[in-house]
């Protein structure tokens, strides 16, 4: 199993032209931490009334978070790094045009040598699918319509596609990404029966969001994405399945990460292959993080 850490978007952690996130990278190459993410948006509305009938509760970010664009913060990362891979957890795809995004995810797999991995979202706020005139009905059609026409600009010269929602003939897009069309994508998005399908047709990853990552209710879930690889001749042990660590509080109200990592073998049994986890929640000064990211690592990998 692999670890996987999400970037705090506190105040103290991005200011200062995200420094103390840079050297928290920095640390987790050092101590073996698999894959570094952040979380995105390019704009945050007033109105989040959809989140809330989504999840029940408000977002987990206020609008004054000063959010990392993924692709410019990981080119930074990727220069300041040598062994950690990059990615996102997730990148809303849909309001961003497919030749652009596959230009600059193919442009950080190039200049890193190979080390992305990305997670892709087809997003919940309509303020910006309008800001940026992209239609939000159909939006998930459109995330894999991206893929699809992305793994050709990826493999592909000249490459064409015609979609629905994407639509281009004989461009040259270069450079490759060093990994090819086989960049490993993951999206994160409900597990029903259309979308499993789309996943083991397409050779997608997983990340199941909010309650969904819960292990009673990923275990079906992974069962059928697995038996969706296999019905499309695709091998189901190369199922990546990401999934945020369960979250608890101890007596005291702080949270608890060793009950957290209780869990870690469970995880494993049913199939998870990355577990994502969010240090700032736990370090609360930076000379705290390496111990944590430490007892994460002795956790997961023993």
């Given at each position: 199993m692999r670890t996987s850490i999400i970037l705090g978007t506190d105040d103290h952690l991005t200011a200062d032209g995200y420094k103390p996130l840079l050297d928290i990278v920095q640390i987790a190459d050092e101590i073996g931490t698999d894959i570094v993410t952040v979380p995105e948006h390019l704009a945050m509305s007033d109105n989040q009334e959809e989140f809330v009938r989504r999840?029940?509760?408000?977002?987990?970010?206020?609008?004054?978070?000063?959010?990392?664009?993924?692709?410019?913060?990981?080119?930074?990362?990727?220069?300041?790094?040598?062994?950690?891979?990059?990615?996102?957890?997730?990148?809303?795809t849909p309001i961003r045009s497919a030749l652009a995004l596959g230009k600059q995810m193919a442009v950080l797999d190039?200049?890193?040598?190979?080390?992305?991995?990305?997670?892709?979202?087809?997003?919940?706020?309509?303020?910006?699918?309008?800001?940026?005139?992209?239609?939000?009905?159909?939006?998930?059609?459109?995330?894999?319509?991206?893929?699809?026409?992305?793994?050709?600009?990826?493999?592909?010269?000249?490459?064409?596609?015609?979609?629905?929602?994407?639509?281009?003939?004989?461009?040259?897009?270069?450079?490759?990404?060093?990994?090819?069309?086989?960049?490993?994508l993951q999206v994160g998005i409900l597990a029903n029966e259309k979308n499993i399908e789309r996943m083991g047709r397409m050779g997608l990853g997983w990340i199941p969001m909010a309650e969904a990552g819960h292990i009673p209710n990923m275990i079906e879930p992974i069962r059928q994405i697995r038996a969706s690889y296999e019905a499309n001749g695709r091998n189901p042990d190369d199922l990546e399945v990401q999934t945020f660590i369960q979250f608890f509080f101890d007596e005291n109200g702080m949270p608890d990460l060793d009950r957290s990592l209780e869990l870690v073998p469970q995880y494993k049994e049913i199939g998870v292959t990355t577990l994502i986890?969010?240090?700032?929640?736990?370090?609360?000064?930076?000379?705290?993080y390496g111990p944590v990211l430490e007892k994460i690592e002795r956790a997961v990998k023993g």
């Open positions: 999840y029940g509760e408000s977002p987990p970010v206020d609008l004054t978070t000063k959010f990392a664009e993924p692709m410019v913060f990981m080119g930074a990362v990727a220069a300041l790094t040598r062994r950690i891979k990059l990615g996102t957890s997730v990148i809303v190039y200049l890193s040598g190979g080390r992305t991995t990305f997670g892709l979202g087809a997003g919940w706020q309509k303020e910006e699918f309008d800001a940026v005139n992209s239609p939000y009905k159909g939006r998930h059609r459109h995330m894999f319509e991206q893929i699809e026409a992305m793994r050709a600009l990826w493999s592909e010269a000249p490459a064409s596609y015609h979609g629905e929602f994407v639509n281009f003939e004989g461009l040259h897009c270069q450079p490759f990404p060093a990994q090819g069309k086989d960049i490993p986890i969010a240090p700032s929640a736990y370090a609360h000064t930076m000379d705290a």
